[in-house]
């Protein structure tokens, strides 16, 4: 098998468990490898340390498939990798309905994504690595998971950097372009072919059901107190009904309920969410008319329409508008797409943050929350938090950061693994400094 050396002087990574060998790691390579074929990973000095695929073309050189010299890259190590990840998952998630099954290098399947929705895959093949054995994969994925059927969303500009050409499509079985899918206890629809991404964000699972307390408990603010009636309930307790500062009964059963804003709600992941614990009204706002169609859909389909009010707007746009206004929510939810792609875009996706969460901690109520994301890898943990600072002092806010997580539990991180860290979550409290 052919080897590749590494350099002497190179930081010890590949022994730290990052999967990747740069171009610039490597001092030789003995042996004439076709793209896409394993290669044997040895140190200076010939010690074995890895078994990886190759990929001349690309910057990342080497992927790392395996550690054990012994192991024979086929289909039954694509069943061991997809088994030991959908064992992870239930192990992991009270519901598996819907989750991310294979998350790539985290679960040792360099550059390969896949998403079960329902009884319905879908997949992502980024990297030279898995595409030249994609029969395999595919195939691997239908022994263990069983679905309905397979559907491909390599639709990303990723896989020109490997040499790959875009590609979408059903790969195997029958999927239908939309599929219901279970998640946290709310029913989505999701748009497998023209959804983002592969059509849904599972990362934001847990954060989803981390709005939860902050949903309820504003009925005092209002003015809104539970007074005994005199009449006895079933159990013989006083009945107690809420009753505004007239002496008026509430008869809306979500008089405690926060008013939230959710920007950038793609297809309405956190108004649902906000809607199940007990929001009174929710604005739902997104860019795309086809996501707020989607969501719609969506909140109608939980019973929650009522409660919903939805806007096709830009969030930079509308947030700086409803200040003007004088607008005020309880809760307000940034959740937007990663707005620093590049290294180079990270000076400007700092301004572009600052601007939605300044805006958006001035249309907080005073001791309210202001619940806010960021998926973008270039933009550290520490520079997201002083972007969010910096925001806080020309706002003349204090901020008390109450949570703070990353992606969810089907999307584990190979410590040592930068790469993998990339979504930041935070819940502040929003109090003012005047």
């Keep these: 098998m052919t080897k590749v050396f590494l350099r002497k002087n190179r930081k010890k990574r590949l022994e730290q468990g990052h999967p990747w060998v740069y171009q610039t790691e490597i001092e030789r390579i003995e042996g004439d490898p076709q793209p896409g074929d394993a290669v044997e990973i040895v140190n200076h000095a010939g010690h074995f340390l890895a078994k990886g695929a190759i990929n001349p073309n690309s910057q990342i050189a080497v992927r790392v498939l395996t550690y ?8 039954s190590f694509f069943e061991r990798r997809i088994r030991e990840a959908w064992v992870f998952r239930q192990r992991m998630l009270e519901d598996t309905n819907a989750c991310r099954v294979i998350y790539g290098e985290a679960d040792f399947l360099p550059g390969v994504v896949v998403d079960k929705f329902a009884d319905v895959l879908v997949i992502q093949i980024l990297s030279l690595a898995m595409e030249v054995r994609r029969n395999e ?28 050409e875009q590609r979408t499509g059903l790969v195997w079985g029958e999927a239908p372009r939309e599929v219901e899918i279970v998640e946290n206890g709310l029913r989505y629809i999701v748009d497998i072919v023209e959804g983002q ?38 159990q013989g307790k006083v009945v107690y009904k809420p009753v505004d500062k007239t002496g008026k009964i509430i008869k809306n059963p979500f008089w405690d309920g926060a008013e939230v804003l959710e920007c950038f709600s793609h297809i309405g992941s956190f108004t649902l969410n906000a809607c199940k614990y007990g929001a009174k009204k929710v604005t739902c706002l997104d860019i795309s008319e086809h996501a707020i169609e989607t969501a719609k859909r969506n909140v109608t389909l939980n019973g929650f329409l009522h409660r919903v009010d939805f806007v096709v707007a830009n969030a930079f ?14 809760v307000v939810i940034l959740d937007p797409p990663a707005f620093a792609k590049t290294k180079a875009a990270v000076p400007g996706a700092c301004r572009g943050y600052k601007d939605i969460n300044l805006n958006g901690m001035k249309l907080v109520r005073d001791g309210g929350f202001l619940v806010t994301a960021s998926c973008s890898f270039h933009m550290k943990p520490e520079l997201f938090r002083e ?20 992606a969810g539990k089907d999307h584990p991180e190979i410590l040592g693994v930068e790469e993998g860290h990339y979504l930041k979550f935070a819940i502040f409290e929003v109090r003012s400094r005047a």
């Design 68 to 75: 054990n010299r012994d192991e024979t890259i086929d289909q």
């Design 137 to 164: 994969l595919i195939q691997a994925l239908v022994n263990v998971i069983r679905p309905r059927g397979i559907y491909e969303r390599s639709d990303v500009p990723v896989r020109e950097l490997e040499g790959l």
């Design 197 to 234: 991404k592969t059509g849904y964000f599972f990362d934001q699972r847990e954060n989803r059901a981390a709005i939860g307390p902050l949903m309820t408990g504003w009925g005092a603010d209002r003015g809104i107190t539970l007074q005994p009636t005199g009449e006895l309930d079933e």
């Design 317 to 330: 746009d509308y947030l700086r508008e409803q200040v003007r206004r004088g607008s005020h929510w309880d």
């Design 387 to 406: 972007v969010i600072q910096d925001a806080a002092l020309d706002a003349k806010k204090i901020l008390r950061l109450v949570h703070w997580s990353g």
